[in-house]
């Protein structure tokens, strides 16, 4: 956590300001029990109504004062703990953008996101409580202490057995339903799983008449998450009756031994009144640090797995002195290209030579786990290759902005991914394009079609994740918005799979005007999307196994023609 | 870009029991007495447990009152005695005899008021436990029980929250909102009793207090529950934006979107830091609030009741226990308004519940339905209707003839509607107009369990849960042994990939079964129709994302399991729809051509159409 707290560097004035108020409020807390005793020792016992109402009003005064403080120590620190989580989440967020696909896949996606959220609520809450709490707590029981002290000190022995008393019990309880709490968690993952599995597979199970199983498989885990729920909530049963049980024989050990003590003459009535106070302030300050501290071990594992995002420095950076891009050509060329993902045994791709220049469609062919869509990150600097180099125009991509090469790629992905929002947001993504280079986009792409039955054209908007719109429509808009700033060098990633062969063939009737002049990279499984491609690239586990037209590598190449038939009847080749 | 994130739930975010809350924003229930009303129903089974929890709710919190009055009793002793001492009485003193035996009492009271609690807690945890049990595993029995419509209309997270969000919401309310409210209600009318058997004229001046404190927390509460719901909505917002860009990170990055992804971050966490502050002072400011309150009420009691100890109408020890009565005054108010804004959710989540309960079931099997059917495999639709809404009809006057062992394509570009096909056969949809038959039997006078075991599925979606692969491959037949299993594995070219596996079939697929390739998967899924032995057929042919060997296999492996049995095929692959008996060509949702490949070509329609631009090597590419 401790290096989370620099962070909290430029609050430090709003703390030290909570911190002083929340001070004031322990002081005027502590001071009020004074008060009372004042009222009964030398007030009610006397029947002196106007010491009562002078020491009354004062009391008044002390409460408002306190009231006051503490309202504003709450404002101070619900500002700082939110002004603080503010800060934080931009630094994950802002760092986790510049994170390389490397750095990306090594946290997942579904950490790194709990990371920017949950965790640093839960930073949040434990800084607001903790300014709220943590500074009271011990405040009020040392200061407690100290008057209890200051109006008898052999009274005061009471908490010597007490306090650890108390402390050992919650210790005790907590000890054994923290881990089941944890426990009770995953039985919750689990039946969390077996109904989503039913959910999913719901046509299958049918089919199969399996409902009766899945019914059975959901209730055993219905009845294992139920007895640890039940088993845990019964072990905090003790917690709550037990503590207030320790409070109220301490309470009435305090009048047993203060009524002596009054009796010897060592005390006054009111005084004892007052310890009583004293008493209760200690032990619900204990008892708020221990919960406190149990807390903590959640809130440090959330303090880590923040400290390890922002610790981790992104592999891929920009050059100090880049290459300045103007007039892009769009020449690609990759010579002697070998690369690993981090930690793999063997390179995904294996002295990969060779060149793709503006008006020629390059096509990229190869079974699942060749190496085509590795082939695509490395042009687009996801990750940095082992050795080689890859040139664009004849730069090498190392020596030129991320920012500089990208603008220059229109990338189609093999999954469309698509952000809510409207669609001509969707197309346009940041771009500042006009509405007609939008339409002309979407056209090529054939999506004009549907986009025209959606109830607001254009400005209909697009579900979180695309879920309002089918596969094949996510996957033209996806190209749509990869053709809308007219790039130099076009990657179109497996993104025609989704599309049926007849809207595939349409659109790349019209996407050969589009990028004419341009860069084509076509990766894809299906001979007929790639058959009349000016090249064709056959990988085979990372190497190159053939370069040349459909007809020559149908003649020479075996493992080209293992693909063709696979997919076609021979009749069909010819 | 916009967000429309506000209705999702992610589970993630619910906050844990033991986590500071970030509170939820309450929502309205439709119709809270009847469903107050509905919910407390299931509470009648644990009608004994529930009443001993009332008793010892009741029971721990009058012994708690009363101890205040027993307190004050000592003090007025130690005060009298000192006082008597003061004035010389003789033999004066504090009678410690007495302070003894009331102490004594106390320590009882206290015990028992512990022990009550305790017993409390214990028995509702599990009452509040086992009834949410009860209403899970209804839930869950009444979804065996929906039309496949209701899944296809429901969003599967929504159904999973109302089976586990919104389930733990009751069980925690009744767990603990339950007995909170009948403590706060005893608290309140004991002290209220309490006081007015002591004095009259204090009770009333601590009542001046009352309706302030009420007033407070009635307006910090309206005004937090804002603040709240705007730092729910804020946070939904932040996380939406955070999933989207983080889940489509490659494309942020390959579009250069870093900026603008940051400018809309900023904005969203400024407005989330804007609500979060307001919210959390808000929820903070009640207690120093009533806390104040609570301080004017004891000077006044103070003031009047030291005139009336001076006058001697009321004991010192008396006032000593208003004191405290005051100051347990303000627990009971904070909480019932806490209460009721946990109730309105939790109602609100019990309507949630309630709706799937009263969800309108499939249409149960007729009473004449057959029990047992081994039919040939002759599948005939005649004059078949369907729409699936009565407004739009997707298929009309469909008639098909089919014999047994013939092979039936179906084929037309994504979205078609091919698999409304595969819904009527297997009755997850009915007809409108018209009938299905199997051996001339109408599919509807065959009871559903004996329909769907006359048919063996491979769907595209490969369907594995989380298991060993045995048990996957036995899922179409419980009572298979191991032998038969291998021997449907071997059929299915992936005896010899299971072999490779460490713990062969025993081996467990795990969570998204993301331990297999997708050919893999498709193999398995087919070894378990094999096994299942179904005289007809459903399959949906995999298209991408397997590679070529993996491909061969599952050709092989098809064919093998195609032998013999009348099939239904979502074709992809030429050689299948070429040589199928019967080719049924879907567009939009509608059949709107069939016959065999050389009719179909002769015809030069829409099919001819998509083959042309499918597989002629004039095309421009």
């Known amino acids: ?574 | 870009m916009s967000n429309s994130y506000k209705q999702q739930k992610a589970p993630g975010l619910r906050p844990r029991r033991g986590v500071p809350p970030m509170a939820l924003p309450v929502e309205k229930p439709h119709d809270f007495k009847r469903s107050l009303f509905r919910l407390l129903q299931y509470l009648k089974p644990h009608l004994l447990s529930l009443s001993f929890v009332i008793f010892a709710a009741i029971s721990g919190t009058v012994f708690t009152i009363l101890s205040p009055r027993l307190i004050g009793r000592v003090t007025t002793i130690i005060f009298t005695g000192m006082l008597d001492r003061l004035n010389q009485v003789s033999g004066a003193g504090i009678d410690f005899s007495r302070i003894g035996k009331i102490l004594l009492l106390l320590v009882g009271l206290y015990l028992a008021s512990s022990l009550f609690r305790y017993l409390e807690f214990f028995i509702m945890a599990s009452v509040s436990q086992r009834m949410v049990y009860d209403l899970r595993n209804k839930v869950r029995t009444k979804l065996t029980r929906l039309p496949l419509k209701y899944y296809d209309s429901h969003p599967h997270g929504d159904i999973l929250s109302r089976v586990t969000n919104d389930m733990d919401l009751i069980g925690s309310t009744l767990q603990q909102s339950m007995t909170q409210i009948i403590e706060a209600i005893v608290t309140l009318t004991g002290i209220l009793i309490m006081m007015a058997t002591i004095n009259r004229w204090l009770t009333l001046i601590t009542l001046v207090t009352l309706p302030l404190s009420f007033y407070v927390t009635a307006q910090v509460t309206r005004h937090s529950q804002k603040q709240f719901a705007a730092q729910q909505e804020e946070l939904g917002a932040l996380n939406g934006h955070v999933e989207e860009m983080y889940g489509g990170h490659l494309i942020v990055k390959a579009f250069n979107y870093e900026k603008e992804s940051l400018a809309r971050f900023q904005t969203i966490n400024q407005r989330l830091y804007e609500a979060g502050w307001k919210a959390q002072f808000m929820s903070g400011i009640i207690m120093p609030l009533l806390g104040f309150i609570n301080n004017i009420g004891y000077v006044l009691i103070a003031i009047v009741g030291s005139i009336f100890v001076t006058q001697g109408t009321i004991a010192l020890g008396d006032v000593q226990a208003f004191f405290q009565y005051s100051r347990q005054f303000t627990h009971p108010i904070v909480q019932t308004a806490n209460i009721a804004n946990i109730l309105q959710s939790t109602i609100a989540a019990a309507e949630r519940v309630f709706k799937l309960l009263d969800e309108e079931e499939e249409i149960a099997d007729a009473e004449k339905a057959l029990n047992h059917f081994a039919p040939r495999g002759d599948v005939r639709f005649e004059h078949v209707y369907f729409g699936y809404s009565s407004d739009n009809m997707l298929i009309k006057d469909l008639n098909i003839d089919i014999q047994a062992g013939q092979t039936v394509a179906i084929v037309g570009p994504t979205g078609a509607g091919k698999t409304t096909l595969v819904n009527l056969l297997l009755r997850f949809y009915d007809v409108n107009r018209g009938r299905i038959t199997i051996d001339g039997v109408d599919i509807r006078n065959i009871k559903r369990s004996v329909l769907r075991n006359i048919f063996g599925m491979v769907l595209q979606d490969t369907w594995l849960f989380t298991g060993t692969i045995k048990d996957n491959i036995a899922f179409g037949r419980a009572n298979a042994t191991t032998k038969e299993i291998i021997r449907a594995a071997e059929a299915a070219q992936v005896d010899h990939f299971i072999r490779t596996l460490s713990q062969g079939y025993d081996t467990v697929i795990n969570q998204d079964a993301s331990n297999l390739s997708q050919g893999q998967k498709q193999l398995i899924t087919i070894a378990r129709a094999i096994l299942a032995d179904s005289p007809i057929l459903i399959l949906d042919e995999a298209t991408s994302n397997v590679d070529t060997r993996t491909e061969i296999l599952i050709q092989r492996a098809t064919a093998q399991l195609m032998k013999g049995r009348t099939s239904f095929v979502i074709a992809h692959r030429l050689s299948t729809i070429r040589t199928a008996d019967l080719i049924l060509v879907m567009n939009n949702g509608e059949v709107v051509e069939q016959g065999t490949h050389t009719q179909l070509l002769a015809q030069d329609g829409f099919y001819a159409d998509i083959y042309k631009s499918q597989f002629s090597t004039t095309q421009a590419g």
């Open chain 1, 1 to 574: 956590m401790g290096k989370l707290f620099h962070y909290l560097k430029p609050f430090r004035l709003s703390i030290a300001a909570a911190l002083t108020l929340v001070m004031v409020r322990v002081l005027t807390e502590l001071y009020l029990p004074t008060l009372t005793a004042e009222i009964v020792n030398n007030g009610i016992t006397r029947g002196d109504t106007a010491y009562i109402i002078a020491i009354g009003s004062r009391m008044l005064l002390v409460a408002a004062l306190g009231g006051i403080a503490s309202i504003a120590a709450n404002h101070q620190s619900a500002k700082v703990s939110a002004a603080f989580a503010r800060v934080l989440r931009e630094k994950v967020f802002s760092q986790v953008e510049n994170f390389s696909l490397h750095e990306f896949d090594k946290f997942g996606t579904a950490s790194l996101i709990t990371r920017t959220t949950n965790d640093i609520t839960q930073l949040q809450m434990v800084l607001l409580f903790g300014l709220r709490m943590m500074a009271m707590a011990p405040l009020m029981s040392i200061g407690g202490i100290i008057m209890a002290v200051s109006l008898d000190p052999a009274l005061s022995l009471i908490f010597v057995t007490v306090l650890p008393l108390l402390f050992a019990l919650i210790t005790i309880i907590g000890r054994r339903g923290i881990p089941l709490f944890q426990k009770m968690q995953v039985k919750l993952d689990n039946l969390n799983l077996v109904l989503r599995e039913s959910l999913t597979g719901i046509r299958v199970i049918r089919a199969f008449n399996r409902e009766d199983y899945e019914k059975q498989r959901f209730q055993g885990a219905n009845q294992d998450y139920t007895t640890t729920t039940i088993k845990v909530h019964q072990v905090m049963s003790v917690m709550m009756p037990a503590m207030m049980l320790v409070m109220n024989l301490t309470t009435i050990g305090i009048i047993w031994f203060g009524g002596l003590r009054i009796d010897s003459g060592f005390m006054q009535v009111g005084d004892l009144m007052a310890f009583i106070q004293y008493g209760m302030h200690i032990m619900f300050s204990l008892v708020a640090i221990s919960f406190m501290l149990m807390q903590l071990p959640r809130a440090l594992a959330s303090a880590h797995r923040i400290s390890e995002v922002l610790d981790t420095v992104p592999e891929i950076r920009d050059p100090q002195v880049p290459v300045p891009i103007e007039d892009m050509r769009g020449f690609v060329e990759f010579k002697k290209v070998t690369f690993s993902y981090p930690g793999a045994e063997r390179p995904a791709l294996y002295n990969i030579s060779f060149s793709a220049g503006p008006g020629q469609v390059t096509a990229i062919i190869g079974g699942t786990g060749s190496g085509k869509s590795t082939l695509s990150r490395l042009l687009l600097r996801f990750y940095d290759i082992d050795s080689g180099s890859i040139l664009v125009d004849g730069v090498d991509i190392r020596s030129m902005t991320q920012a500089d090469l990208r603008a220059k790629v229109g990338f189609a992905p093999q999954q469309a991914i698509l952000f809510s929002g409207s669609i001509r947001d969707n197309i346009l993504f940041g771009k500042d394009k006009s509405d007609a280079e939008v339409v002309k986009a979407a056209e090529i792409a054939q999506a004009t079609e549907f986009i025209a039955r959606t109830p607001a054209g254009f400005a209909s908007e697009i579900a979180q994740g695309g879920k309002n719109i089918s596969g094949g429509q996510k996957q033209r808009l996806a190209i749509a918005r990869a053709l809308v700033h007219k790039p130099k060098i076009y990657i179109f990633d497996e993104c025609f799979s989704a599309l049926d062969f007849k809207t595939d063939a349409k659109l790349r009737a019209a996407l050969k005007e589009e990028t004419a002049g341009a860069t084509v990279i076509i990766i894809a499984q299906r001979v007929s999307t790639i058959r009349d491609a000016d090249q064709i690239i056959v990988l085979e586990k990372g190497r190159i196994a053939g370069i040349g037209t459909h007809e020559e590598l149908l003649a020479t190449n075996g493992v080209y023609k293992e693909i063709v038939f696979s997919q076609l009847s021979e009749e069909e080749i010819a």
